[in-house]
């Protein structure tokens, strides 16, 4: 096995005969054409849907709390089933596995266009995040297998984690056209063209893998997904509802969050005894790596909480129309491209702790910043400023985090790096946001209860639309619930801040485009 991956690894860095130069590099800028294709449409799905939310809720009856379901359904099976995913590409082949899961990918995403019931979407975006689950570690990895260590590999890389970082922002800039100009469904209908050019392109620009043989480890695949799912759900079903009742000691909710402690104990059992695991735990043993994905929980947890409820703020409480509160965040994705572009060339100078050290510094002033908003808060300085200096921070840290993920990583462990990359970011994103959206729904349920309460005899409105969305106490009510979200938002990256200091030590030496001697 050994010579087979140092045989991959010297043919890719062969000299390429001379009229073979040309070819082979524009064959590498198609490669990455579809690479960072396909991760922008799998990163900026998760998002997409966010601005046509409460075109969504409408037209299917979802509560509140359902809701967070068409964001949280995506990710539970997305983050659940990326090891698998991952695992798969190493047998099958990771062309192959980015091929068939961007197929099924694409297909579900025509269901859930399709769909005429809450319950049809979720199932629609479940299956989403399944297809997703295998295309995405196919992709990272084969960036680490087909391009050459150096100026090529570093370029893939900084154009990768610039799509990853700016998916979100374009996802519901997105999202606010298709649906002003066409309906809700289109946010999924958008991605059947796409997938299946990316599908196919795939199969012509991007070499297929080398394969190793190793087992499944399904015991593992079932209780990492059934731990992380149920733990979704305890956590969601927790929350406040809109009646002002606690579901915290339901039995239901109980059961969800034992099963999930029990599950992820059976998991890191099995793994530490498998002798070919489905997560071989010494990936954390590595300090900067580890250090890496405890940034990526905090970082994604940010970003789902802060896309979700900013994204409900402009619409309900200031509203916006979808359009608009898409275009809202146009500065963001701005100033991300171009903090990233500069960062792809700094960062294998400066080496990934001095960008990601300021960018993790620069995140709790723009979170903090940003969750000052009100109801009577301008554009300018409540939403676009902060997001404008948290564009900047997302830059400085995406692109040489995403560089110290692959640093030392063998072609044979290259299917695991990017899967718990992708799993970082599910896993932070949709546990940050059933914890961040039990505390908001929470707040709002009690201020308007509160509120409600305070009406004198006589004065309430029939019905109780004194509470309904578009009224002064709900606005009020969901802006308290959004300023909350967002101040918990800005504690997680503290606790990003805290982690980079502590544990990034990447030298410059140390990065793709600065191989150590041999």
């Known amino acids: 096995m050994a010579a087979d991956t140092t045989t991959t690894t010297l043919s890719l860095n062969a000299p390429a005969p001379p009229g073979a130069a040309a070819a082979g590099t524009r064959r590498l800028g198609l490669a990455l054409v579809v690479i960072s294709m396909a991760q922008l449409m799998l990163v900026l799905d998760e998002l997409i849907v966010n601005t046509a939310l409460p075109h969504i809720?409408?037209?299917?009856?979802?509560?509140?709390?359902?809701?967070?379901?068409?964001?949280?359904?995506?990710?539970?099976?997305?983050?659940?089933?990326?090891?698998?995913?991952?695992?798969?590409?190493?047998?099958?082949?990771?062309?192959?596995?980015?091929?068939?899961?961007?197929?099924?990918?694409?297909?579900?995403?025509?269901?859930?266009?399709?769909?005429?019931?809450?319950?049809?979407?979720?199932?629609?975006?479940?299956?989403?995040?399944?297809?997703?689950?295998?295309?995405?570690?196919?992709?990272?990895?084969?960036?680490?297998?087909?391009?050459?260590?150096?100026?090529?590999?570093?370029?893939?890389?900084?154009?990768?984690?610039?799509?990853?970082?700016?998916?979100?922002?374009?996802?519901?800039?997105?999202?606010?056209?298709?649906t002003t100009y066409a309906s809700w469904r289109w946010v999924f209908f958008v991605n059947v063209p796409i997938g299946l050019a990316l599908a196919t392109g795939a199969r012509y620009v991007l070499p297929e893998s080398q394969r190793y043989p190793r087992r499944w480890d399904l015991p593992g695949a079932v209780t990492g997904t059934a731990s992380f799912a149920l733990l979704i759900y305890g956590l969601t079903r927790g929350a406040t509802g809109p009646d002002g009742i606690s579901h915290w000691g339901d039995a239901a909710t109980i059961a969800a969050l034992a099963g999930a402690t029990a599950a992820m104990a059976a998991f890191v059992a099995i793994e530490a005894r498998s002798a070919q695991p489905l997560l071989p735990l010494w990936i954390f043993a590595d300090r900067n790596r580890a250090g890496v994905y405890l940034i990526l929980l905090c970082l994604a947890s940010v970003f789902f909480g802060m896309f979700f409820f900013l994204t409900l703020f402009t619409q309900v409480v200031w509203g916006y129309s979808a359009l608009r509160g898409g275009l809202a965040y146009l500065p963001f994705i701005g100033g991300f491209i171009a903090i990233a572009g500069i960062c792809t060339k700094l960062t294998p100078r400066a080496g990934a702790r001095v960008p990601m050290t300021i960018g993790a510094a620069l995140a709790p002033v723009s979170m903090f910043w940003l969750s000052r908003v009100h109801e009577h808060s301008h554009y300018l300085t409540g939403v676009m400023l902060p997001l404008l200096v948290f564009a900047i921070t997302?830059?400085?840290?995406?692109?040489?985090?995403?560089?110290?993920?692959?640093?030392?990583?063998?072609?044979?462990?290259?299917?695991?790096?990017?899967?718990?990359?992708?799993?970082?970011?599910?896993?932070?994103?949709?546990?940050?946001?059933?914890?961040?959206?039990?505390?908001?729904?929470t707040i709002v349920s009690n201020h308007l209860r509160h509120s409600v309460a305070r009406i004198p005899a006589g004065h309430a409105a029939p019905g109780g639309h004194a509470a309904l969305p578009g009224s002064p106490i709900y606005d009020h009510a969901l802006t308290a619930g959004v300023d909350a979200a967002l101040t918990i938002g800005a504690a997680a990256t503290v606790v990003a801040l805290v982690v980079t200091l502590v544990t990034i030590r990447v030298r410059r030496e140390d990065l793709p485009d600065n191989p150590l001697p041999a």
């Open 57 to 178: 809720q409408r037209a299917l009856h979802f509560s509140g709390t359902g809701l967070e379901w068409v964001v949280t359904g995506y990710a539970v099976t997305f983050g659940g089933l990326l090891m698998l995913g991952g695992r798969a590409g190493d047998i099958l082949g990771r062309r192959r596995m980015l091929s068939g899961g961007i197929l099924a990918f694409t297909l579900a995403s025509l269901l859930g266009g399709l769909a005429t019931t809450s319950w049809l979407l979720i199932t629609a975006r479940v299956l989403q995040g399944a297809g997703a689950a295998v295309a995405a570690p196919a992709a990272l990895s084969l960036i680490t297998v087909t391009f050459p260590e150096g100026k090529l590999r570093t370029r893939a890389l900084g154009v990768y984690a610039a799509m990853t970082g700016m998916g979100g922002g374009a996802g519901v800039v997105a999202g606010g056209l298709l």
């Open 394 to 441: 997302a830059g400085l840290i995406f692109v040489p985090l995403t560089m110290a993920l692959v640093a030392g990583i063998s072609d044979e462990h290259a299917g695991v790096a990017s899967s718990m990359f992708n799993a970082g970011q599910q896993m932070g994103g949709a546990v940050g946001l059933a914890v961040i959206g039990s505390v908001a729904w």
